[in-house]
């Protein structure tokens, strides 16, 4: 019994020494100036929060060579990756030394979108008064914040999960020169439409149509909230593994519960509202041609916003210059739409695709 203790402790150190094999994160802000929106608002700043890990290289012109940038998911934020579930199985699984984004060689650069963690957003003091932003002026945001505030004006990669999958796909063609290579992950290059569209006009609709929401000048958080995260529970891993979890009746009853009860007690309403109504201007498919640098689509078989029946990754993508995808099927290793920060699924064809076509070392 002492020996298996003593086995368990020791895997549960080794986990969390890998975990912890990457410098760690460091914090800034960066205010951007003058930002006008897509729907002619405007405000005289917003705040960029950022985290980076890694420190940058320069060529002997003071250029920096090895930066990368990654995006995150609609409501999520740059600690996702580095912090808590993300620190082991998607910052420990790709910036350790000798990983494919070692951070020792490389500037890793992941910043919470506008609206996002601790970016400039409704529930800062603005609520329903906060511009109507969509995925351009995102884009437009962090452009900015990389050749304004980081003094960027090139990466070796944009990379990026579910929301984040689809920013890489416009910053393909909105900078197509900006960056050496592209690997959305979790995401489709077309317009918002079908069940990915419905979920999102079901939280909206649960969150403005409660008579707490006041127009977003609640008090305290609405109760559509909570169906709102139910609903983006319910679409975040697959079946398979939600009957695995929950077999009986009240095993599902409490398992709904104690999730929804963890994820709804850090969101805001206004905040969540604005995230999923901000994809509304996304649709990368007339101008995919434009995409120049080499690019990998990773999908998952298993998930639910993105099925692969529906075709659309494999058609579109074969406009893409240098374009290809790879749509992992269900295993026992996958967790839905949730696999995209899963590295150690998709791993090993990602760090070929960094080989092969951008000479990562």
């Known amino acids: 019994m002492r020996r298996d203790i003593a086995t368990l402790l020791i895997l549960v150190a080794s986990t969390a020494l890998h975990a912890a094999d990457f410098p760690a994160p460091e914090e800034g802000d960066y205010i951007l100036k003058d930002v006008k929106f897509a729907s002619g608002e405007s405000l005289p700043e917003v705040r960029m929060h950022y985290r980076t890990i890694g420190q940058p290289k320069r060529d002997d012109g003071g250029k920096v060579t090895n930066a990368i940038l990654i995006l995150h998911a609609t409501s999520g934020q740059s600690g996702n990756f580095v912090e808590g579930a993300g620190k082991t199985i998607f910052a420990g699984e790709l910036f350790g030394a000798g990983q494919p984004l070692d951070a020792t060689k490389y500037w890793i650069i992941i910043p919470d979108s506008i609206g996002h963690g601790k970016s400039s957003k409704p529930s800062d003091e603005m609520h329903a008064h906060f511009p109507q932003y969509v995925y351009h002026d995102n884009i437009e945001a962090q452009h900015r914040l990389l050749t304004e505030g980081l003094k960027v004006d090139h990466v070796r990669l944009v990379m990026g999960t579910s929301m984040g999958g689809m920013h890489t796909w416009l910053w393909g063609e909105m900078y197509p020169d900006f960056m050496d290579a592209l690997v959305p992950l979790a995401s489709l290059p077309g317009p918002i439409s079908g069940r990915n569209r419905m979920w999102r006009k079901m939280i909206s609709e649960l969150i403005r149509n409660d008579p707490e929401w006041m127009n977003g000048d609640y008090k305290s958080q609405p109760r559509g909230l909570r169906s709102a995260v139910e609903v983006m ?13 929950a077999p009986t009746l009240q095993a599902a009853d409490e398992n709904l519960a104690r999730a929804v009860n963890a ?6 309403a206004n905040d969540l509202l604005y995230a999923v109504e901000s994809s509304k201007d996304y649709n990368p498919a007339p101008d995919l041609e434009k995409i120049h640098a080499p690019l990998l689509a990773i999908n998952f078989a298993d998930d639910l916003i993105n099925p692969p029946e529906l075709g659309i990754l494999e058609r579109e993508v074969k406009r893409v210059p240098h374009g290809r995808a ?17 590295a150690s699924v998709w791993k090993s064809e990602f760090e070929r695709f960094l080989k092969e076509n951008t000479h990562f070392e």
């Open 233 to 245: 529970y319910l679409f975040s891993d697959n079946p398979i593994n939600r009957q695995k979890q």
């Open 263 to 268: 994820r709804a007690g850090q969101m805001d």
């Open 326 to 342: 790879i749509v992992f099927p269900r295993s026992d290793q996958t967790v839905g739409h949730g696999t995209h920060t899963k």
